[in-house]
């Protein structure tokens, strides 16, 4: 499964490189990147040897959380379009849930009832990367990048709930104890470096000679799985606002001085010639 995945990233790459015009016009213009951006994640997490994690419910599925983060750039304006290179920070938040039923006491007789599986967490990262845009018409680009991940930190909580029924029915604990809840843990994963790929569309919107908005639809996801000891993947659907800053400020250009009149041509009188010039009496 990932020599495939590769093998399309592979082939995708080659295909957009291949896309380019080989005459394209060189450009040397530069951009400074500052780009925010709000989304939501889709996660897909197969737990079975986290530590103590309950056993009927390694496979959690689709998970989904809030992401945001931040990307500093620099741009370079070519024929085609632009090459980027980047930095930037990345937070996902994650949460996993699964039901299934079990033996509880309810009012202290056996019976049924819902529980579930709950596993939330987040995960920050910092990223190195580089990317493409290609002009698809005069302002709307198509953007296409790799980055390298460098995950910060990884934490997560997980439990289960008693939920249904709603207000009463209880878990009978080992020792003899009751609750609503049970097996509630707290750890950090064990996540190696990983690569992402990113896809999007931008549009430019000129706010002045040197300064653009370029609002940015985004799609990023994990090429691998980012973590050692389970497989953990995520798809990060995006909203950037980017500011792109020309960085070609050329210097003003020197006012030169007037050239002194000559003597012999100072005008002596204002009077009209009929040409609309003025009349120079000479010595």
Known sequence: MAKRLRRRMCCGWLFLLACFPSNAQSDTSWYFVLRPELGYTFSSMNVPRIPNTVSCCGDLG????????????????VGWGFLEFN???RYDAFSFERRESVPISIDGTEGRGTVAF????????????AGISV??????????????????????????RLIEPADRGVFVNEDGTTSRTRNTYRSQFFIQYGMRSMFGIAYEIPLSQSVRLVPVLSWRVDILSIADDFFFRRDRFALGLGFEFSLDGKPARKTRPPEPIPADNVPTSDEDDGSGGVIFKED
Do not use: W
Not at 62 to 77: D, R, V
Not at 119 to 124: E, F, I, P, R, T
Not at 135 to 160: C, M, P, S
């Open 62 to 77: 689709l998970g989904t959380g809030e992401a945001y983060g931040a990307t500093l750039g620099l741009q370079k304006s």
């Open 87 to 89: 930095i930037g920070y």
């Open 135 to 160: 002009k698809i018409v005069e302002r709307l680009r198509f953007t296409a990048g790799l980055d390298g991940v460098f995950t910060n930190n990884a934490a997560y909580v997980q439990e289960e």
């Open 118 to 129: 709950v596993l939330d967490g987040s995960l920050s990262s910092f990223e190195i990367g």
